[in-house]
Nanobody
Framework: QVQLVESGGGLVQAGGPLRLSCAAS????????MGWFRQAPGAEREFVAS????????DYAESVKGRGTISRDNAKNTVYLQMNSLRPEDTAVYYC??????????????????WGPGTQVTVSS
């Protein structure tokens, strides 16, 4: 059974950093794309960042470009999202997602097959 579990969320002050982790189990995702999405109250789930099996193939939403870094440790089957210079508008539940084929992934949630339960990130001003 495939399972994704996020961790690292919490309450942070604006301008501070945060690192989210997503540990995958039940399958090795080293060859498949993984991504981070977020959803604020009353809003749709939106793309944050993604990474393909070749770790230099990354993509970022404009809202986090320059502040966020996605990375993966294939040996640990874990993907990370480092966020710096956090803003109150970054407040959301952050979800980890994984694709099941090499052709999965991208910016739309429908292109991912597995999801974690999410971790709350709250940025105070």
């Amino acid at each position: 059974q495939v399972q994704l579990v996020e961790s690292g969320g919490g309450l942070v002050q604006a301008g501070g950093p945060l690192r989210l982790s997503c540990a995958a189990s039940g399958r090795t995702f080293s060859n498949y794309p993984m991504g981070w999405f977020r959803q604020a109250p009353g809003a749709e789930r939106e793309f944050v960042a993604s990474i393909r099996w070749a770790a230099n193939l990354t993509d970022y939403a404009e809202s986090v470009k320059g502040r966020g870094t996605i990375s993966r440790d294939n040996a640990k089957n874990t993907v990370y999202l480092q966020m710096n210079s956090l803003r109150p508008e970054d407040t959301a539940v952050y979800y980890c997602a994984a694709g099941s084929t090499m052709y999965s992934g991208g910016r739309h949630p429908s292109r991912y097959d597995y999801w974690g339960p999410g971790t709350q990130v709250t940025v105070s001003s």
